[in-house]
């Protein structure tokens, strides 16, 4: 079973659409989970971060982590063709680094 | 003006060569790192260098050799390239040594083995 695991997607919405982007995981060392944003033929940039369990909000993004069920969810509110990129959570407990594989999100104007 | 660079940004290169791949970050960050990102888009940690230091050194075949001759530049050396070697490989730095901290990648250098 892979560390963390995240649905590849693709996944293509309509602008304006809630988009909900989730990730869960199996290893309850982790205590420090990220989602970071890819687009094409670039690097991978963070966009959110967060320590414990419960929400941050960032603009049209929110985080929302839930340490009792190793689940770990990026919601997109408006979303724009601008945040149309692969979306990758990422994970840490100490010195370790563990990302999902991605998922891929277009939005149709 | 760019934090973190690599280069080459594109390599095509033939089974059995060996190649080297330069990274330098103009952010004052202690903490280097490189990736693997397969065509499946998994991102897999490689190394991790804090100044000069190797700390996390993966499951990666001895054909791959980091090196860092400064806090400021983390270079990636393969010998006998592969087929399976195939992939983009980033850069990145971080602040901090435990990797909490935000990770700044490079643009990445898309390897292609013949």
């Known amino acids: 079973q892979k560390e963390v695991e995240q649905d590849p997607g693709p996944l293509s919405v309509p602008e304006g659409a809630i988009v909900s982007l989730n990730c869960t995981y199996s290893?309850?060392?982790?205590?420090?989970f990220m989602w970071y944003r890819q687009y094409s033929r670039k690097g991978p940039e963070l966009l959110m971060y967060t320590y414990s369990s419960g929400n941050k909000e960032d603009g049209r993004f929110t985080a929302q982590v839930d340490k009792s069920s190793k689940y770990i969810s990026l919601f997109i509110r408006d979303s724009q063709p601008s945040d149309s990129a692969t979306y990758l959570c990422?994970?840490?407990?100490?010195?370790?680094?563990?990302f999902g594989t991605g998922t891929s999100l277009t939005v149709i104007p | 003006d760019t934090a973190v660079s690599q280069t080459p940004k594109y390599l095509v290169t033939q089974m059995g060569n060996d190649k080297s791949i330069k990274c330098e970050q103009n952010?004052?960050?202690?903490?280097m790192y490189w990736y693997k990102q397969d065509s499946k888009k998994f991102l897999k940690i490689m190394f991790s260098?804090?100044?000069?230091?190797?700390?996390i050194n993966e499951t990666v075949p001895n054909r791959f050799s980091p090196k860092s001759p400064d806090k400021a530049h983390l270079n990636l050396h393969i010998n006998s390239l592969e087929l399976g070697d195939s992939a983009v490989y980033f850069c990145?730095?971080?602040?901090?040594?435990?990797?909490?901290?935000?990770?700044?990648f490079g643009p990445g250098t898309r390897l292609l083995v013949l």
């Open positions: 952010l004052g960050h202690d903490t």
């Open positions: 990145a730095s971080s602040p901090r040594r435990d990797p909490k901290g935000t990770q700044y």
């Open positions: 990422a994970m840490t407990p100490r010195n370790q680094f563990y």
């Open positions: 290893n309850s060392a982790f205590q420090y």
């Open positions: 260098y804090n100044n000069k230091e190797l700390i």
